[in-house]
């Protein structure tokens, strides 16, 4: 059975098929292969920090196309890449020939730990709010903290609460929000994890958490938060995003 993350292929698919390299981007014919200008300044902000490791091993947990590990590592890390889409892998591995960056499909919360290895840096750009199971979400923040260095980095971006709730159900019709989760109507049998709502079919995809929630889920998970900044959500967003700049507890 397919886990709700499978999803995700189904988008690249599109996305491949309309010229869009990167997530986010929108329309057809798009040929930018950057990070968003947030995500850049996040990283800035972040890389600039002087307890930040400068060089060494950098992994990107959902790393989609690789935007994020291509600005990365032109600053002298060498990268790995792991995303649960093929498309998505095998449009990185395209965007990124030249560049010390190995790029595989996998499943964050569901790795082989020992056979990745440890990293200087490991960056979630935007993927734990994918991970709607709560179970998962600690699957995959104990394999953080398993291949983070000791005194290694760990950056992450993701969307946070509180939610404008009015503001999703006006942009995005059908959604239903229940708790923490956001699920979109979809009907396909060959998913273990979908959810039924007044007789309809519903995948979850989505978990967004209020923001101090999240700082705290980290600090569980074994983190020290070294740096945070929280934007809250403006007129065009349903939610705020969270930056976290961590280091593992020794
Ligand atoms: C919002 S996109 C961001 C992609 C990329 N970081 C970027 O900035 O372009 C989130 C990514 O996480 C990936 N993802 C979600 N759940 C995943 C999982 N369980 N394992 C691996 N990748 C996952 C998705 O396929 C998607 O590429």
Redesign the pocket.
């Known amino acids: 059975m397919k886990k709700p993350?499978d999803a995700?292929e189904i988008i690249y698919q599109r996305m491949k098929k309309k010229g869009i390299s990167?997530?986010?981007q929108k329309g057809s014919g798009s040929t930018g292969k950057s990070?968003h200008p947030e995500?850049n300044n996040f990283l800035k902000d972040v890389l600039s920090q002087p307890w930040v490791p400068k060089s060494g091993r950098v992994i990107?947990?959902?790393?989609?196309?690789g935007?994020?590990l291509r600005r990365v590592c032109k600053r002298g890390f060498s990268g790995v890449g792991?995303?649960?889409?093929r498309t998505?892998i095998a449009m990185a591995k395209e965007q990124s020939k030249g560049l010390d960056i190995k790029f595989r499909q996998?499943?964050?919360?569901n790795l082989n730990t020992k056979a990745i290895g440890k990293f200087d840096v490991v960056i979630d750009?935007?993927?734990l709010h994918?991970?709607t199971d709560v179970r998962d979400r600690k699957a995959y923040l104990d394999n953080v903290l398993k291949i983070l260095k000791d005194n290694g980095l760990f950056i992450l971006n993701t969307m946070c609460g509180p939610m404008d709730r009015k503001r999703l159900s006006e942009a995005c019709k059908g959604h239903k929000i229940i708790k923490k989760v956001v699920y979109v109507p979809f009907e396909d049998d060959s998913y273990g994890s979908l959810s039924s709502f007044g007789g309809k079919s519903y995948l979850p995809t989505r978990y967004i958490s209020h923001w101090k929630d999240i700082l705290s889920e980290v600090r569980k998970a074994g983190f020290e938060v070294k740096l945070m900044r929280y934007k809250a959500n403006n007129s065009k967003d349903f939610c705020g995003t969270l930056t976290v700049g961590a280091l593992k507890w020794n």
């Open positions: 993350y995700h990167v997530w986010g990070c995500t990107e947990l959902g790393c989609g196309t935007p994020i792991i995303d649960v889409s998505a996998g499943d964050v919360c750009g935007l993927c994918c991970i």
